[in-house]
Structure formats: C-alpha cells, structure tokens
C-alpha cells in the first residue's frame, strides 16, 4: 500500500489531499494533474511505465512522452489507457486532428466505462478545437451517457451549446455541475473548478445579462482563493469589459483594469487591449495611462526586492534580485522557500493570502504578478462593499417611495412657504445673544458679591504686599455663623453648590471676606480706611459696601439675612 500521509504535487511540490477512489489528482494551486495509485508495489510493470508517459506529459515534457508511447504503441496495441494518453498529448501539441483520428479510434478498443467516459470527453475537446461543434455536442452526449455528470463532460457539452446559442441550457447545465465538484469522480482530467465558473459569466454576457456576468465573476475572485493568475486575468479582464457596459461604473472598470494589467504586462491575455477600451470610455490618455503603468510595475518590483532581502542572511542587495531570477536560489526547499516568500507577502501588507498559490511561483516576475492578484483582489473587494453600500440605499428609497404611493398616510403634505424674516430681526437677536453672553460673564467673574449682602462690624482691610487685592473683614456675628453652618451642610448636589458659591467666603466665627478685587478694575480701600471699627453693610446688587449704616447700639448677633 502506498504512503498518502505526505502527498506532495509532482510539478510544484504543494501538498495534495488524497482522496480514495479518485482517477487523478489535480492539484488545486498549478493544476498539474497526479495520478493516484493506490497499490503501487502490485502495480503491473506496464501499467508503471504508463504512468511515466502521463507524468512526463503533466511536467510538460509533451515530445519525450509521445515517443515514448509511440514506441511502446509499436508492440502493444490493444491498451486503451496508453492510446488515450497518446492522443490526449497530441491534442496538447495543438495537432487537433490527428488528436481527434486517434480517439475515434479509441472506440474500436475495449476499455473501462470510465475511462472510455474521459475519450469521449477528450473528443469533444478536440472536435470544438477543429470548429466542428455538432460532432462535439454528439461526443459530449456519449460521454454522458457513459457516466452520468461527468464534469469534463459537461462542461464540453455546455461549451457546445453556448456556440449553438443554447444559453440558457448550458447554464443550468453548468450550474448543475457546479453543485457536484465535490463529490469524487474517477476521471483522468479533471477541470479546474474555477474554469466553470469562467464558462457561466461568458454564457451571461452571451445573454446580456451584464449584471449576473459581474456578480459570478467577483464570486469567482474572491470566493477561489487558489484560482491561477492567469485564471484571475482572464476574469478581470471579463469583469472590466463588463463594468464599461454601465454608466455609472465606466471609472470602477478603469481602476480594475488598471490594476490587473500588471498580470499581463505583455498582453498575451489582451488586458492592454481593454485597458485602452477603457481610456476611451474615460476619456482619458492611453500613453500617460501606460507611463503610470510602467512606473507602478517599476514600484512593485523595488517593494518587493527589499522585502525579500529584509531578513536575508547573506547580505543580498535588493537590486541583486532581477525579475527572471529564479526563485530557487531563494531556497532549495519548497516549504522553507514558501516561507520566505509568506514573511515578504506580509511586509507587502498582504494580510490574506492562500499560502499554497505560493508553490508553483519560479521567478521573481512571478511574484510580482502574485502580488498584483492579491491586490487586485483587496481592490475588487473595496468596491464591492461600496456597491453594496449604494444598492441597500437605493433600495430604502425604492421602499419608501411605494410606501408613499401606496399609503395615504405616507403622502407628503405641501410645505407652506415661510415668511421672509426681516433683515432687523437679526440685529436684534444679535443683541439680545451678546447681552445674556455678558451677563452670564459678569455672574460668572463677580454674581457671589452681586448678589451678597451683610451687616457687621469692619474689623480689618488685609492687602498684598504690592498694596493690591485688598479684602474687608467684617464681623457679622451670628448670621454670619449661620451662613457658615448652611455652607459646611451637604444636601443634594445642586444646593450645596448653590450654597458654597453663596457663602463659602465666611469663617466659623462669623467673619466676612469681601474681596474689593475685580477683574475690569479693584475698588479705593481709602474710603474704608475711616469705616475701621465702625459699622459697615452692603445692599444686594451692588458691589461697593457703605459705612455707617448700623446702628452702633444695634448688636451684631441680631442682624440676619433674609
């Protein structure tokens, strides 16, 4: 029995799930398909060097591998599995129709119904190749036949109908398949499941539905986070074009387009060729557009150089690190060079990323396109909230709107017309607004003296040394000790603060400071200087005490305030 517990793919070395019962396995991140044999050791010789050719094939090594099965074709020729592979890579080579004469003679060959299901999928692949679209539908049709939703079949036969104009049946036909990738099919080329969904929004645009077109592909970058970049072009691509179609998003598409023409930079993937489509739709100049282009691409590459030297040991300078570098050289090991690359990933402010996308990377102008998808993706992400966010509040005004139309209580009453105030009322409000500002001013600076009033004996006129902000010592007796003992009470918050701010300026025994310091001015203590030992009182709303208005036979401790 084979090891499964560390399956790694062949081409990138990413670890694979093992499923049981699967035909192959396709790797989620390079898309190399593995074989998957269970019981290698009782394996047949011939069967092991079958699965040379196909693994030769799957590394890209398509001549080595198809001399190898034209050589062994020389003397065995009833093996169904080793013509298939034959034919499967002259397809590869793009000799389509010597592709298409050997699996039409598969099918004078006995073999497994799987496997003859993976034939006349093949077939079909070819025949659509050659144009031949009715031989391919036939061929699609029989491969189901032979194994009810078999995915390559299915999306051959979906691909078939769409160049009929059956959108609508490709669709669901999709679909449908769409919700069964999950289960384990014994096939010998599976399909990357993101290429059905690529499939779906090129069918949506077929039927015009742009917006469907959109959301499946958003769906497909965000929601696939192991899709290939080339993969995450192509959809760009698709989504940018689509995004041009709508008024009001011609500038999100720009910005999209933008940003995904640094996984294209030579145009193989036409996404210069769209970028120019949206200049034109913007207005905009396509050469300072491709001048800024060229100056991001410059940025991204020096960010990504001093990332990767930023904990590198053996003191590599950041120019040192040229695109075509293989990435190799960075580590042997792939784990540990994933890693590497992971930590750089970060200090790029990547905060999520599918680790396993890093495997298949072989330079450093593969990283860089690396890095542009991700970002891609964090932008497309951006957007898409800010196109939920106006969508929900269209569709509250949408609700309001009908509930207005349909419910009387809902209509709106019309507004009737103010008078137009006159130019005077301002000035007027302007007064009154500075007369309550300098009242609440003059309360706050001096309203406890304001508002004050005793009765006592002037004992003494204390002043600084400078001979400024003199203060009064009045003798009030009783009342004064009453004041105090109503200013020391602790009642609720707002009347003890009342009464602190009232009579906090007096002692225990009665005696009175009154302060003759003011902010706009102090008062002239010589006029009190006659009034020492004399009888002194001040009236409430005023703010200078007078002397002599105490009766001198008049006891102190019988003057109380109101």
């Not at 995004?243 to 294209?264: F, G, P, T, V």
């Not at 102090?522 to 005490?545: E, V």
Request: glycine share 6%; charged share 25%.
């Amino acid at each position: 029995m084979a090891d499964h517990s560390n399956i790694r793919c062949m081409r990138c070395e990413a670890p694979i799930p093992f499923r049981p019962g699967a035909g192959s396995r396709l790797c989620p991140f390079c898309g190399t398909i593995n074989l998957s044999r269970e019981q290698e050791i009782a394996a047949p010789p011939l069967e092991l060097k079958i699965d040379e050719i196909f693994r030769l094939f799957q590394l890209g090594q398509q001549k080595s591998a198809l001399e190898q099965a034209e050589r062994m074709m020389q003397t065995i020729t009833d093996n169904y599995r080793l013509a298939f592979y034959r034919a499967s890579i002259l397809l590869d080579m793009g000799r389509s129709e010597d592709a298409i004469f050997a699996l039409i003679d598969l099918g004078g060959m006995d073999g497994p119904s799987a496997l003859r299901a993976d034939g006349q999928a093949k077939l079909a692949e070819a025949l659509l190749a050659s144009q031949r679209v009715e031989e391919a539908q036939q061929a699609a049709e029989r491969c189901l036949e032979l194994m009810d939703g078999h995915p390559p079949g299915c999306y051959m036969l979906a691909r078939t109908l769409m160049e009929k104009g059956q959108n609508d049946q490709a669709l669901t036909l999709l679909k449908d398949t769409v919700h069964r990738l999950d289960r384990t099919w014994r096939i010998t080329h599976p399909i990357r499941p993101t290429m059905y969904r690529l499939l779906m929004a090129r069918i949506q645009e077929h039927q015009n539905k742009p917006q469907d077109s959109i959301d499946t592909l958003q769906d497909l970058l965000l929601q696939n986070p192991s899709t290939a970049i080339d993969t995450v072009a192509k959809a760009a691509r698709m989504l940018g074009l689509a995004l041009l179609k709508m008024e009001d998003r011609q500038r999100a598409a720009q910005n999209i387009l933008e940003q995904a023409s640094m996984l294209d930079p030579e145009n193989r993937l036409k996404l210069l060729d769209a970028l120019k489509q949206a200049c034109e739709a913007n207005s905009l100049d396509m050469a300072s557009t491709l001048e800024r282009f060229k100056e991001q691409r410059a940025k991204l590459l020096l960010e990504i150089q001093q990332a990767l030297t930023a904990d590198d040991e053996q003191g590599i300078r950041p120019e040192q690190l040229a695109p075509e570098m293989d990435l190799t050289l960075v580590h042997q090991d792939a784990d540990l060079r994933c890693d590497r690359l992971e930590r750089a990933a970060l200090r790029l402010n990547l905060p999520r990323f599918d680790r396993g996308t890093l495997y298949p990377l072989r330079s450093i102008e593969d990283f860089r396109r690396w890095v542009g998808a991700w970002r891609l993706r964090m932008r497309l992400q951006t957007l898409r909230k800010t196109w939920d966010q106006s969508h929900r509040l269209q569709d509250l005004h949408q609700a309001h709107e009908e509930v207005r139309k349909t419910d009387p209580r809902g209509q709106l009453k019309p507004l009737k017309q103010r008078k137009r105030t006159p130019p005077w009322t301002h000035w007027i409000i302007a007064i009154l607004s500075m007369s309550i500002l300098a009242m609440l001013t003059f309360f706050f600076m001096a309203g406890d003296r304001y508002l004050d009033h005793f009765k006592g004996k002037l004992m003494k006129i204390e002043c600084g040394k400078d001979g400024t902000a003199c203060v009064l010592a009045v003798a009030t007796g009783r009342a004064g000790m009453k004041r105090y003992k109503k200013a020391k009470e602790v009642p609720s918050a707002p009347e003890g603060w009342w009464n602190q701010w009232r009579h906090g300026h007096i002692e225990a025994d009665g005696l009175l400071h009154y302060s003759l310091s003011f902010t706009w001015g102090d008062l002239d203590t010589k006029r009190y200087q006659s009034c020492l030992g004399k009888p002194i009182a001040k009236l409430p709303f005023t703010l200078s005490p007078l002397c002599g208005l105490l009766d001198e036979e008049t006891p102190n401790d019988s003057v109380e305030p109101p």
